[in-house]
Each structure stands twice: as structure tokens, then as C-alpha cells.
């Protein structure tokens, strides 16, 4: 079964994230890939839906922000687009309050994260904004910290507002604190869309990765069960794992249960939820600068 892309755009409000998704929606028309979108608004009125055409599936998230408020509403609506649109890609445009790591907890559900590739987090970024942002609440210079530090590609807008040394400067300190990302200052999301094509998140991509994609820093893993395990060695597993994995979730099966488990982990914290039906056995991972085959050969271990 072929996977549907995902591409999170991120940013802050007024940033260019939907100057940049209408450039991307051309861009699929001209090569003739079936798209699909999914918008969320903090407020329950859509601002920005009109530059989405009529041919393309449309899901707005209206009334809170995917990454917390309105988490279930987001796992609903991406499974229904997958089975009734098959899409070849969905893009996803977050609130600006969205915190890129919440984002990809909110999307992969372990019911359908087999079936998607993500390929990135494009965070957009109003360099005016950024050159001001002292003058921001510090839980909002925070926030846009956040969504630079956590993205695949950067864009710097609004440099037409900036002097060339007010450019080097933001340019800087965003690579300071992204390395990893490409940068590139425009006005109006104005990014070559080949260099977007280039992305490439999930950890199967990333093995096979070579010099003509973009290094990337969040990565995302999903493993299937096909057996019971040992919920001492499961604990013994969690205990050796490295601090850069901020998220794991999915359906384990213990011992001799017939049913499984629901298990969440998030910053160290496990969590577990007995199950009434039986789920795919699929457990998620999201991660920094993670192995991956590592973790792949000790979840191999315990289902010996």
C-alpha cells in the first residue's frame, strides 16, 4: 500500500504560512498529484480557506489547536481523508500557537501512522517579528524558539523590511539554533518548491538518505508487534532509552492478555490504559537525533 506524505507548515501568526501553501498548492496542480489540506484556526471562523481550489479535500479545525484542544478531532478527520480520498499528499497548516513536537503527536496515531510519510516541518518565520521578538511575553519568544529549533526548512520573511546587517543577524541566530534546517530569507513565502521536494522525515527515508536531501532533526518510527512481551522487559527497555525521545504511543500486548494495552510516553513519563477491543499493534516513536535501527533490534529482543 503506497503512504500519503504529510508537510506540517509552522510559524507564527502573520508569518507567511499561507502565502507558502498556496504556493505549494500550484505547484501539486502542475504535476498533477492529489492533494489534500487540513487548516486549523484557534478561532471558529476560517480566515484563510479561499485559497484553497474546490478540487481539493478540505478539512478545517476550527475552535482550538491540534496539538492539544482539539487532538481527537484531528485523529478523526486525518483517518477519514485517508480512507475516503487517498490522498498523495496532505498538507497540514497548524495555528500559530502550535508547538512542532505536539503537532507530530497529534498526527501520528498509532490506529493509521504506518500508512504516512512525514516528509517535514516547514516553520516560516516574519523576520520583523523575530528582530523584535524582546518585545513578545517570554512564553510567546519561547514558542517561536521552538518552532525554529524543531523545523526541516526555514523561511525568514519580510526581508524587505530589514537592513542587510538586520538579515545577517536573524539569519544567524537562526542557524545557531538550527543547524541542521535550511534557511533562506524571501518576502511572501517566495522558496523554490524543488528544495521542498527534498525533505524527508521518517525514519525509513532517513536510513536510506543521501547527499541531495535535507538533514532533518525530529524523526518519527513505527514499530508493529506481532507478539506478546514482558512488561518487566518493556520497563527495562524505557529505562535505557536516550532523553531525545519526547514521544511514544501505541497498543502493546502483555503476558497472556487477549486484549491490548494503550501506552503512552511523553519526557520520561510512561502511562498505561487497559484496552476493551483489540488495536493494531503498533507502537510510535518521535525522536532527536535518534538510532533508530538501534531501537528496532531491542523491540526485536523482546518479542523473543
Known amino acids: 500500500m503506497s503512504k500519503t506524505e504529510i508537510l506540517i507548515l509552522s510559524g507564527f501568526l502573520g508569518s507567511g504560512k499561507t502565502s ?26 476560517s480566515i484563510d480557506s479561499d485559497v484553497v481550489e474546490d478540487d481539493v479535500a478540505l478539512k478545517e479545525l476550527l475552535g482550538g489547536c491540534v496539538c492539544c484542544s482539539i487532538q481527537d478531532e484531528l485523529e478523526a478527520q486525518l483517518q477519514g481523508l485517508l480512507l475516503a480520498e487517498k490522498p498523495d499528499v496532505i498538507y497540514l497548516e497548524t495555528t500559530g500557537a502550535a508547538h512542532p513536537v505536539e503537532v507530530l503527536d497529534a498526527i ?7 500508512r504516512l510519510t512525514i ?39 519580510k526581508t524587505n523590511e530589514l537592513t542587510e546587517a538586520e538579515q545577517a543577524m536573524i539569519s544567524f541566530e537562526v542557524q545557531s539554533l538550527n543547524a541542521n534546517a535550511q534557511c533562506l530569507l524571501t518576502t511572501f513565502s517566495r522558496v523554490a518548491i524543488e528544495q521542498l521536494r527534498k525533505l524527508t522525515v521518517s525514519s525509513e527515508q532517513t ?30 527497555f524505557l529505562k535505557s532509552l536516550p532523553d531525545t525521545i519526547y514521544r511514544i504511543k501505541g497498543y502493546i500486548k502483555f503476558g497472556q492478555s487477549d486484549l491490548p494495552t494503550l501506552f503512552q510516553f511523553s519526557y520520561g513519563m510512561p502511562l498505561y490504559m487497559k484496552e476493551y477491543m483489540n488495536m493494531p499493534l503498533n507502537l510510535v516513536f518521535i525522536g532527536e537525533g535518534i538510532d533508530w535501527k538501534t531501537i528496532e533490534s531491542q523491540l526485536n529482543i523482546l518479542e523473543k
Not at 501520528?108 to 504506518?114: E, H, Q, T, Y
Not at 518519527?220 to 522487559?233: A, G, L, M, N
Open 207 to 236: 536510513a536510506k538518505k543521501h547527499g541531495s536531501h535535507t538533514k532533518v532533526n525530529l524523526t518519527t518510527f513505527v514499530y508493529q508487534f506481532q507478539s506478546s512481551i514482558s512488561p518487566i522487559e518493556f520497563e527495562n
Open 108 to 114: 501520528l496515531s498509532p490506529l493509521f501512522a504506518d
Open 20 to 45: 507558502l501553501l498556496k504556493r505549494l498548492l500550484e505547484d501539486e496542480r502542475r504535476i498533477g498529484r492529489k492533494v489534500a489540506v487540513m487548516m486549523n484556526e484557534l478561532g471558529n471562523v
Open 119 to 157: 516528509k517535514g516541518i516547514i516553520t516560516t518565520v516574519d523576520g520583523v517579528r523575530w528582530r523584535d521578538r524582546k518585545l513578545l511575553s517570554p512564553q510567546l519568544q519561547q514558542l517561536i524558539i521552538e518552532q525554529v529549533r524543531h523545523a526541516d526548512f526555514i523561511i525568514i520573511n
